[in-house]
């Protein structure tokens, strides 16, 4: 990686660890307990349902995050994002991709693993944390991970009353709503580049 820019080898590489690897840690952290058994994540009454409330959270959570993202106070935020994800040339195919291994391993992680110990809220804290949307460095960028916490809670909210599929569903929604905005983003900008 140069600096602080991805490259599409870079995120392929972080998208499949988060997939695998965290589906792998969930499994070690799970081992350890008497309570908690790492099948159990997967264990949905009525997994169509649980699933419809995940869309409808992942619609609502992203397009709400859009509209929050819009107002000139986040100018920064989308230049931090609009940097960092410049030059990868995103298909949508990609866009579907990163979106799916996040939404499934970080759910399996933080909701299916993390959670039952922690609880929603400092399972949500965490996660924002570990994301580095939090700092003292940048007002607007902890602003907008003071939403994202919410966010992360409402998947939590999702898992402990729909199941491990509505946090996925939820979380890859949300992705693809904020990547398609990124690659939308530097869609318009290369093309006012190239006028």
């Given at each position: 990686m140069q600096g602080n820019q991805l490259?599409?080898?870079?995120?392929?590489?972080?998208?499949i660890f988060t997939l695998f690897g965290f589906s792998f840690i969930a499994y070690i952290i799970l081992g350890f307990s008497d309570t908690y058994d790492y099948s159990d994540i997967f264990?949905?009454?009525q997994a169509v349902v649980s699933i419809l409330y995940g869309v409808l959270a992942g619609l609502l959570t992203?397009?709400?995050?859009?509209s929050i993202l819009k107002d000139p106070i986040f100018d920064e935020v989308n230049r931090f994002f609009g940097k960092l994800f410049k030059d990868l040339?995103?298909?949508w195919a990609d866009v579907l991709f990163y979106s799916f291994c996040?939404?499934?391993?970080?759910?399996?992680?933080?909701?299916?693993?993390?959670?039952?110990?922690?609880?929603i809220w400092p399972t949500?804290?965490?996660f924002v944390l570990l994301h580095g949307y939090i700092t003292?460095?940048?007002?607007?960028?902890?602003?907008?991970?003071?939403?994202?916490i919410f966010v992360a809670a409402g998947f939590g909210y999702l898992m402990e009353f729909f199941g491990i599929y509505a946090a996925m569903m939820a979380h890859f929604l949300y992705d693809v709503i904020m990547f398609g905005f990124l690659k939308k983003k530097n869609e318009k900008l290369d093309g006012e580049v190239e006028s």
């Open positions: 490259n599409k080898k870079s995120l392929l590489f972080l998208s264990k949905v009454d992203g397009f709400l995050g859009l040339d995103l298909s996040a939404g499934v391993g970080e759910e399996i992680l933080f909701r299916g693993a993390l959670q039952p110990f922690l609880g949500a804290i965490v003292p460095k940048n007002l607007p960028r902890s602003l907008y991970g003071v939403y994202l």
